[in-house]
């Protein structure tokens, strides 16, 4: 599925914006978790206002909607290295890569919750 957006980005500008919205919404949700970032933390991140957020996205959700894709294969991706080499490294080369502390240790944690839970 392929979240429409309020507003499609014309300009480089705007398509700017709306590529530091979503990498803010990235960063609130490793810094504040999945379940308790607002729209106002990702407004505050990306440093702008709350309605030029809502001027792309109608919710929290929408958000979550758009970055699922992203998030998707990046869990795919990491999954694939847990299964060849252990966890610690795993997070190593990725934080090598760019990947902040704060979005390894969530996916990390991402992948372990199946296992935490099934024990």
Not at 37 to 52: E, H, K, L, N, P
Not at 55 to 70: E, G, K, N, Q, T
Not at 112 to 118: D, G, H, N, Q, S
Request: glycine fraction near 6%.
């Amino acid at each position: 599925m392929t979240l429409e957006l309020r507003n499609t980005p014309v300009q480089a500008r705007s398509a700017a914006r709306l590529t530091g919205i979503e990498q803010a919404a990235e960063t609130a949700i490793a810094a504040i978790g999945i379940d308790k970032f607002t729209t106002a933390d990702v407004a505050r991140i990306a440093g702008c206002s709350i309605g030029t957020v809502y001027r792309y996205f109608p919710d929290r959700v929408a958000i979550l909607d758009r970055l699922r894709p992203h998030r998707h294969d990046a869990a795919v991706v990491l999954n694939e290295i847990v299964t060849r080499i252990d966890l610690t490294r795993a997070g190593n080369e990725l934080t090598e890569s760019g990947w902040s502390n704060a979005a390894v240790l969530e996916l990390l944690g991402y992948l372990r919750a199946p296992y935490e839970e099934a024990s």
